[in-house]
């Protein structure tokens, strides 16, 4: 018979997860400790508590990035057991306010922001080409439209010194991944549907996303949601460095002539969730006079930012001292560059780096030294 994970994790497990758990380090308590979010679990779902106040907060203060299961010997998977307890708390409209609320701002505006969907591709308009049928489309992403939009534009020069013509969906709707970590499942089906008809009607031969969560839902949870895509979904560390490799962008990066010590941040929906750990690091070390300097906790081990899994939304001083952490190890390397591949990464270290150091998204740090 095959053993029970909440029960696996909650009851019979070692509990060295603890140590590693970014959420556990802050709070030091061991109800937010991934085996304490277990043991919730298991007694909401027997019966023995009904849940309150404190049992749905401590389920919600989880980044749900994935640490944990790296760390356990039976790769219980907390994450997703977190996610369903999650949809079953929202069902009950016990869930933090902070996470109603984005419920309703995805379904007025179709994006957690609550921007207008109207603006979408507003840092976009009048400097793309329109793209034919076929070739290479860009999701753009919620961060990257509303809170970053440097990075959409760094990746639409990109991708047009590469392909020279690329499309947009004109009507894109947040993926879902704030959505499926917060229990909104229906809502994520919903735009997971609509997100698969735009793209697929497209016509485009593979779609490239500079968004680490964007990434991880169109390529991984729209098929768990029995929607998968036809189209290919490429990273755009995965995209770059196929082009990097083939030779197509020989002699067009320039590293500005001097040495830069420069770290990189894994994302956790690009890393841990989805295994990419080389390309971005290729695409770094490829570029003349770049110095890449791991930090201690990197690759599998890498340490979230603390805006994930609704982290952010529902605990924002929470999230804030984990990615003053993240700053402090990335500072500890001595490099001048802290480098994501993650708009949401992106946006969070940036607030709280305080000019200690230079934070970039992939996409910018590329598009800077691109001759065009």
Not at 306 to 321: C, M, V
Request: glycine share 10%; net charge positive.
């Amino acid at each position: 018979m095959k053993a029970d994970p909440v029960v696996m994790c909650g009851v019979e497990c070692m509990k060295m997860c603890r140590f590693v758990c970014i959420v556990a380090n802050q709070i030091k308590l061991e109800t937010v400790a991934p085996y304490g979010k277990c043991l919730i679990a298991y007694y909401l779902r027997n019966g023995e508590i009904r849940g309150g106040k404190r049992a749905e907060e401590a389920i919600y203060q989880c980044a749900t990035c994935g640490l944990c299961k790296e760390w356990c010997l039976p790769q219980v998977d907390v994450p997703e057991i977190v996610k369903e307890v999650r949809a079953k708390l929202l069902k009950k409209g016990a869930a933090p306010g902070a996470t109603l609320e984005v419920g309703k701002k995805v379904m007025d505006e179709r994006n957690p922001y609550g921007e207008p969907h109207n603006k979408r591709l507003a840092a976009l308009r009048g400097e793309r080409k329109r793209g034919k049928k076929g070739g290479v489309a860009y999701f753009v992403g919620c961060t990257s439209a509303y809170r970053q939009p440097s990075i959409a534009k760094s990746t639409v020069k990109i991708l047009e010194q590469i392909e020279g013509e690329i499309s947009l969906i004109e009507d894109e709707w947040c993926c879902g991944a704030p959505l499926l970590s917060t229990g909104h499942r229906e809502l994520a089906a919903e735009h997971a549907r609509h997100n698969k008809e735009a793209i697929e009607k497209l016509g485009c031969d593979f779609v490239v996303t500079s968004c680490a969560g964007c990434y991880m839902t169109l390529s991984r949870d729209y098929p768990k949601i029995g929607l998968p895509l036809k189209t290919e979904i490429l990273h755009l560390s995965q995209y770059l460095w196929k082009i990097i490799d083939e030779g197509r962008l020989e002699g067009k990066i320039s590293g500005e002539g001097r040495g830069v010590k420069v770290t990189y941040h894994d994302p956790c929906h690009l890393g841990r969730h989805m295994g990419v750990y080389d390309e971005p690091r290729k695409i770094l070390s490829s570029i003349s006079g770049v110095q890449l300097i791991e930090m201690e906790w990197s690759k599998k081990n890498s340490k979230c930012c603390g805006s994930g899994g609704g982290l952010q939304l529902n605990f924002p001083e929470l999230s804030r001292r984990i990615s003053v952490e993240r700053i402090r190890e990335a500072v500890a390397t001595g490099a001048e560059v802290l480098v994501t591949s993650c708009p949401f990464c992106k946006n969070q270290l940036e607030g709280v780096s305080e000019g200690k150091i230079k934070v970039y998204d992939l996409a910018e740090f590329v598009a800077e030294r691109l001759k065009v």
